[in-house]
């Protein structure tokens, strides 16, 4: 099952609003007051929140007296619309008992179901359900609803709250993990079960002699029988949890707050698909999973890790995965139209209602970054990164040295190219490479990075990047010679090129003596761009400089050079 939308009307903060979702990984934004608990109180009203998990039993109802959006006109109706689409692959069960209860067999191997809740300070709540846009009669979806929400199809998890389930075992607390179990997994613990109980039962009787002839002393005379268990075959039973780290084996109770999350959340999708993938035929509906604040307890180099494993477990898995965040690295950054960001505005010192905020267009992160915390001007740097789609990464310094490198993996040069695989992402200056968050948001988000700088920033960066754990050559190196004029990626041009911007823009070289010698060399710069451009028939003696730099980037990139 997914979940495609959610509409809402005088709902707490939700007065009317629309919110379409991805059907793979999906984030919903926003500062605290803007909504996103309201969204889960209305997945959680269809859905339940997840039997078989305790932790997430917090189950809601739509009370019109509490929910009823405070401000709105009296006497008008909370409307809750959910449209969702079911898979005859995935969700065979449901989708054979609401043709049951609709009394109508639906065509193609995918089905439309809207739900929609209408609840009044003058009647009960009312359901109507339209399957494959036939409307279906009112007890009938009465019963499709109360069916969908027994199902348990949302699994919540809520990293915030420390209350899952705990066991006193081996001298400790340990955590245990609420596992499905498929049906021939049930019937082979069956028979398990059943040789246990007979010896069970046997030592049961050797036991009984000694505490009856105990009891016998008493007054009151008692008969002792002991009654080992029932054997109990559930489709959930309770594993213990250890993460190994190399050689040392560990109870997940004793790991940090953000492996311990992270390992509950990750478990967590695999039950949802383990559902998917082993249950029959007439038990088979597939769940999607919710988790609130997955970024808890991690360093945000983690986070941005887990948002990209999350992402690619939902697209493997089919799973649908909602995440409410107040992180930007847990935004699915593949496809930006999946990220939901819902704001509040404070008028008068009352809040008005939640809406809608548009993200669309490649400026998509800049709203994000207001709302989550991100200084705007710093954000300017970050959004090349968002941007990216490939997994190698060459970072350079600005936009031209980008168009330098770009050159040598489009044409045709008598030297090594740069590799196509990789990327070229200007990181807009060398102070961006002094935020340390950055840069290891970047070296976690892709497989592999290496970076470049101008020769005349050597001094500060070559003590900075080694405290990342990055290596000359390796993971970084300057550009341009070490001489006055040359300390940049021009510096690597031919000589020819500088000679001919140099004697033909007389006009800037004089006015890099003046108040204007910073627009004068950037000038000069796109100049020089421009020539080098122009001509084709360069000797590899004159592309001696970017030939060395070409060839010990491919290197760190695992390419064997020509």
Same mark, same amino acid.
């Given at each position: 099952?997914?979940?495609?939308?959610?509409?809402?009307?005088?709902?707490?903060?939700?007065?009317?609003?629309?919110?379409?979702?991805?059907?793979?990984?999906?984030?919903?934004?926003?500062?605290?007051?803007?909504?996103?608990?309201?969204?889960?109180?209305?997945?959680?009203?269809?859905?339940?929140?997840?039997?078989?998990?305790?932790?997430?039993?917090?189950?809601?109802?739509?009370?019109?007296?509490?929910?009823?959006?405070?401000?709105?006109?009296?006497?008008?109706?909370?409307?809750?619309?959910?449209?969702?689409?079911?898979?005859?692959?995935?969700?065979?069960?449901? @989708?054979?008992?609401?043709?049951?209860?609709?009394?109508?067999?639906?065509?193609?191997?995918?089905?439309?179901?809207? @739900?929609?809740?209408?609840?009044?300070?003058?009647?009960?709540?009312?359901?109507?359900?339209?399957?494959?846009?036939?409307?279906?009669?009112?007890?009938?979806?009465?019963?499709?609803?109360?069916?969908?929400?027994?199902?348990?199809?949302?699994?919540?998890?809520?990293?915030?709250?420390?209350?899952?389930?705990?066991?006193?075992?081996?001298?400790?607390?340990?955590?245990?993990?609420?596992?499905?179990?498929?049906?021939?997994?049930?019937?082979?613990?069956?028979?398990?079960?059943?040789?246990?109980?007979?010896?069970?039962?046997?030592?049961?009787?050797?036991?009984?002699?000694?505490?009856?002839?105990?009891?016998?002393?008493?007054?009151?005379?008692?008969?002792?029988?002991?009654?080992?268990?029932?054997?109990?075959?559930?489709?959930?039973?309770?594993?213990?949890?250890?993460?190994?780290?190399?050689?040392?084996?560990?109870?997940?109770?004793?790991?940090?707050?953000?492996?311990?999350?992270?390992?509950?959340?990750?478990?967590?999708?695999?039950?949802?698909?383990?559902?998917?993938?082993?249950?029959?035929?007439?038990?088979? @509906?597939?769940?999607?999973?919710?988790?609130?604040?997955?970024?808890?307890?991690?360093?945000?180099?983690?986070?941005?890790?887990?948002?990209?494993?999350?992402?690619?477990?939902?697209?493997?898995?089919?799973?649908?995965?909602?995440?409410?965040?107040?992180?930007?690295?847990?935004?699915?950054?593949?496809?930006?139209?999946?990220?939901?960001?819902?704001?509040?505005?404070?008028?008068?010192?009352?809040?008005?209602?939640?809406?809608?905020?548009?993200?669309?267009?490649?400026?998509?992160?800049?709203?994000?970054?207001?709302?989550?915390?991100?200084?705007?001007?710093?954000?300017?740097?970050?959004?090349?990164?968002?941007?990216?789609?490939?997994?190698?990464?060459?970072?350079?310094?600005?936009?031209? &040295?980008?168009?330098?490198?770009?050159?040598?993996?489009?044409?045709?040069?008598? @030297?090594?190219?740069?590799?196509?695989?990789?990327?070229?992402?200007?990181?807009?200056?060398?102070?961006?490479?002094?935020?340390?968050?950055?840069?290891?948001?970047?070296?976690?988000?892709?497989?592999?990075?290496?970076?470049?700088?101008?020769?005349?920033? &050597?001094?500060?960066?070559?003590?900075?990047?080694?405290?990342?754990?990055?290596?000359?050559?390796? &993971?970084?190196?300057?550009?341009?010679?070490?001489?006055?004029?040359?300390?940049?990626?021009?510096?690597?041009?031919?000589?020819?090129?500088?000679?001919?911007?140099?004697?033909?823009?007389?006009?800037?070289?004089?006015?890099?003596?003046?108040? &204007?010698?910073?627009?004068?060399?950037?000038?000069?710069?796109?100049?020089?761009?421009?020539?080098?451009?122009?001509?084709?028939?360069?000797?590899?003696?004159?592309?001696?400089?970017?030939?060395?730099?070409?060839?010990?980037?491919?290197?760190?990139?695992?390419?064997?050079?020509?």
């Amino acid at each position: 099952m997914k979940l495609i939308s959610l509409t809402a009307k005088n709902f707490r903060s939700l007065q009317n609003i629309y919110l379409n979702f991805s059907t793979s990984y999906c984030t919903i934004s926003g500062k605290n007051n803007a909504g996103k608990s309201s969204v889960i109180r209305l997945l959680s009203l269809l859905f339940g929140t997840g039997e078989n998990f305790p932790w997430a039993r917090d189950s809601t109802s739509l009370d019109y007296k509490d929910d009823f959006t405070q401000w709105a006109g009296a006497g008008e109706s909370i409307e809750v619309a959910y449209k969702l689409e079911l898979a005859r692959e995935d969700d065979p069960a449901l @989708i054979s008992f609401i043709e049951k209860m609709a009394s109508f067999q639906a065509e193609g191997s995918a089905m439309c179901l809207d @739900i929609q809740y209408l609840a009044s300070n003058t009647e009960d709540l009312k359901v109507n359900v339209v399957c494959a846009g036939r409307s279906v009669g009112s007890k009938e979806s009465k019963e499709i609803s109360k069916k969908i929400r027994e199902s348990n199809l949302l699994f919540l998890y809520n990293s915030t709250r420390r209350d899952e389930p705990m066991y006193y075992s081996g001298g400790g607390n340990r955590r245990f993990y609420d596992f499905v179990m498929s049906h021939e997994e049930e019937k082979e613990l069956e028979e398990a079960g059943r040789n246990v109980d007979k010896k069970l039962r046997r030592i049961a009787k050797q036991h009984t002699q000694g505490l009856n002839a105990i009891l016998g002393r008493l007054i009151e005379r008692f008969d002792v029988e002991f009654s080992p268990p029932g054997r109990y075959s559930p489709r959930h039973t309770t594993l213990g949890i250890n993460l190994r780290d190399k050689h040392v084996e560990v109870p997940l109770s004793d790991w940090g707050s953000g492996t311990q999350n992270r390992t509950q959340i990750l478990m967590s999708v695999l039950q949802a698909n383990r559902i998917k993938t082993t249950y029959s035929l007439e038990d088979k @509906i597939t769940p999607f999973v919710v988790i609130e604040e997955p970024e808890s307890f991690l360093h945000p180099s983690a986070q941005s890790e887990f948002g990209r494993i999350l992402g690619a477990l939902s697209a493997e898995f089919g799973v649908q995965i909602i995440a409410t965040t107040h992180s930007p690295y847990m935004l699915n950054r593949e496809d930006p139209g999946s990220n939901i960001l819902l704001c509040r505005e404070s008028k008068r010192g009352k809040w008005s209602e939640t809406r809608l905020v548009n993200t669309s267009g490649p400026s998509w992160m800049a709203p994000f970054a207001e709302h989550l915390g991100i200084n705007l001007s710093e954000f300017d740097s970050w959004q090349p990164f968002f941007a990216a789609r490939k997994s190698k990464i060459l970072l350079v310094e600005g936009d031209l &040295d980008r168009q330098y490198f770009e050159e040598f993996q489009r044409r045709k040069f008598p @030297i090594e190219t740069l590799s196509r695989e990789i990327e070229v992402v200007p990181y807009g200056g060398k102070d961006t490479l002094k935020n340390t968050l950055l840069v290891k948001f970047v070296l976690s988000k892709f497989d592999r990075v290496f970076i470049t700088y101008d020769q005349d920033a &050597d001094e500060e960066l070559k003590k900075s990047l080694p405290r990342l754990g990055l290596k000359v050559n390796d &993971d970084y190196l300057p550009l341009g010679e070490s001489e006055p004029g040359k300390d940049c990626i021009e510096g690597l041009l031919p000589q020819r090129v500088l000679a001919t911007v140099m004697g033909r823009e007389t006009d800037l070289v004089m006015k890099l003596t003046s108040r &204007d010698r910073k627009e004068a060399k950037q000038q000069l710069k796109n100049r020089y761009l421009e020539e080098f451009q122009k001509n084709t028939d360069y000797s590899k003696d004159e592309l001696k400089g970017f030939e060395k730099i070409i060839k010990v980037i491919n290197r760190s990139f695992g390419k064997v050079s020509a």
